[in-house]
């Protein structure tokens, strides 16, 4: 099973630049209604994040400078992508394990959320989440 799923934003580039617009709505380019947008940004290649997964959220992941390594884990494969391009974003469903590594220091990530910041949604140790994912 193919864990990396990418969306392509729209893209509009010429002598001045690249404009990259996401819609939510009659044209969707996300799958969901964004209630939550936040970003990473100030890590570097010394630090990880991440080590979670969610119970229901869902989430698309863009990185507008710089890279890092996402790792995507369903309890059953690990697989592993480097995000380092504006026009796409990695669309990360609910109940999938990731860890954010190798931040090159001007690495920022912009996350689109389905709903808003709830703890409770989180599953932060490995081992319960792959019980319940294997349940
Ligand atoms: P954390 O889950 O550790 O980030 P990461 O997934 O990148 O490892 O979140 C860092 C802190 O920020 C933690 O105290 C929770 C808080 N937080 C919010 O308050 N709102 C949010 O939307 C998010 C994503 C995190």
Redesign the pocket.
């Known amino acids: 099973m193919n864990l990396i799923k990418w969306i392509n934003f729209q893209s509009h580039e010429d002598y001045r630049g690249q404009l990259v617009s996401l819609e939510i709505g009659r044209e969707r380019t996300v799958p969901f209604d964004v209630k939550?947008v936040?970003y990473?940004h100030k890590t570097g290649p010394d630090v990880s994040?991440?080590?979670?997964a969610h119970k229901n959220l869902k989430q698309i992941v863009t990185c507008v400078a710089g890279n890092c390594r996402m790792v995507l884990d369903n309890g059953k494969s690990r697989q592993s992508v480097k995000i380092n391009d504006p026009t796409k974003g990695l669309l990360i469903e609910s109940m999938v394990w990731r860890e954010?590594h190798d931040f090159s220091n001007d690495c920022i990530l912009i996350i689109l959320?389905s709903d808003h910041?709830d703890e409770s949604d989180?599953i932060r140790d490995y081992h319960q989440f792959v019980e319940q994912v294997c349940q």
């Open positions: 939550r936040y990473i994040r991440g080590f979670h954010m959320a910041y989180y």
